[in-house]
């Protein structure tokens, strides 16, 4: 066939009616277009609230009272809660349609969210969880899985799911949640915020849905660490005021070993702050592990011999599978009834988890008791009043949104046994973002002692700023190709410095930070700490050239601009020491030396 017939084949005639049809057809296909495209911005839409919430609706704040009352606490504050928590006039859900339609309305509301009322907050709604208080993941297949802002494509953790998203994409200032094996702390580290779990049994679960009440607490989310202080007073019912205590930390080195972060984004973010904060000690490392099994001998019976089980964490699976044991033994008296008279729909994963709470025999059940008995006093007497231990939050990653391996043994064991530490001891525990590391946000977490709330919130306040200034400098640094963070040598020189600053050799500090800034001049804190060893010597000029220095690297080095200021005073450079400690007291507002400092100096400027 030639060329020329060829094209006559596929040539299109003149034909009125044929372009008529091809006009309707692609009109056709243009409509289909739009309307997908109104489909897919119709669920977008849907989606604005992240996934977050099962229900929403507005309860206003109890007035605020005529002056001169002081202003609300939470005035101004919005909260969501967790579908645990009564609400007067609606059904408690539980995160479980079957829950929901078996249930009257809720009399009263939860004793906790008449707090929060009572102090100013306006709570916003009810929030997706796992069903019944159980998972970790935050997937719900009845309501969805909320998406996780930090990371949309990985669960956001739970069972505290919902109230953690509401925070993280700020569609509330805070949100409650409950914290039974870790359904606070875990969703807060997978979604880059901070969560609290407090000291077992010290606000009260009146009101609230239970799962297992000898691991149950409420719990808490904010993204700001003033909220989550402010929420804590009210939830807590703190003294405003307490003497300051001597912050000694506690480094559980063999847990760090599980996780995949590398310390020096974790254990060496909060060792450096520690370092410029005033009352801090430097953290002393402990084999928390070996330590558990020797102070927690009840544990024994619990024990699994597997050569597999990497360091530190057989004691631990062991205090979990105890901690897991407990939380179906309770489950079981609370909720068998129900769940054999309705057979509720469930979700894979926690039909399994429900099956085995019911159906799982429960013998000597005081040894369960015992070990949460000696788990206590095994922290209390390590930690004391002026303790905290550092502790990964979790060891992995967030999983992908619904991955097919499901829940691997291997990523409950490792979530559980960290999370086991605070619910089997019923000590305080905080999670606190630290950034990213893969893409993944990643956390550390904070352990006090029973009854330590205010003594970690206020930990948490007083040091958040500088974590988060290090976090953005370990971020901006190159990858360190030893992942287990080891000092270079210009960080052991300050190391040495430090050790002979302490030990009151002036002129040694001088001679090791001197060396430590010759291998490393970027670095703003070797600068400031030859300027504190100066200021011992009373070589005044040469402390105030070392601390502009370093804040010419780091202009939010508040110990920087303090020394500077000491150095300026001493040479009677009054007004331009005043700017520094001003300077000083923008950053760091509760500062009690600088303030004393600005109120001495603008009495020599008069």
Known sequence: MSKQSKLAKIS????????????????????????????????????????????????????????????????????????????????????????????????????????????????????????????ITGENVHYGTPTNPRMPSRVPGGSSSGSAVAVASELADFALGTDTVGCVRIPASFCGILGFRPSHGVISTLGVLPNSQSLDTVGWFARDPSILHHVGHVLLQLKLVELRRTRRFVVADDLFQLSKVPQQKTVHVVSRVTEKLSGYQQPKSLNFGQYVASNVPSLKGFSEQSTNLQNGISTLKALSSVMSLLQRYEFKTNHEEWVKSVRPRLGPDVSDRVLAAITTPHENIKSLYKVRTEMRAAIQNLLKDDGILVVPTVADHPLKLNSKKGLSAEFHDRAFALSSIASMSGCCQVTIPLGKHEDCPISVSFVACHGGDKFLLDTVLDMYSSLQEQVSIVSNLPPSPDTNGNMDASELLKEKGNAAFKGRQWNKAVSYYTEAIKMNESNGTYYCNRAAAYLELACFKQAEEDCSKAISLDKKAVKAYMRRGTARESLMFYKEALQDFMHALVLEPQNKVANLAEKRLRKLIR
């Not at 034909?15 to 057809?25: A, C, F, R, S």
């Not at 929403?56 to 009352?69: G, I, V, Y």
């Not at 539980?94 to 306006?122: C, M, Q, R, Y």
């Open 12 to 135: 299109v005639p003149n034909n009125p009616k044929l372009w008529l049809v091809i006009g309707i057809t692609v009109a056709g296909v243009l409509i289909l277009a739009e309307t997908r495209r109104r489909r897919l911005r119709t669920r977008y839409l849907i989606k604005e609230d992240f996934g977050a919430f099962i229900q929403r609706f507005e309860l206003l704040p109890f007035p605020q009272p005529p002056p001169p009352a002081a202003r609300l606490t939470l005035a101004g504050l919005t909260f969501a809660v967790k579908d645990v928590f009564d609400i007067n006039d609606y059904v408690t859900g539980f995160g479980n349609p079957d829950w929901k339609e078996t249930h009257e309305i809720a009399g009263k509301t939860a004793l906790v969210v008449t707090s929060l009322l009572k102090n100013g907050a306006t709570c916003v709604g009810k929030t997706v969880m796992d069903e019944l208080g159980f998972g």
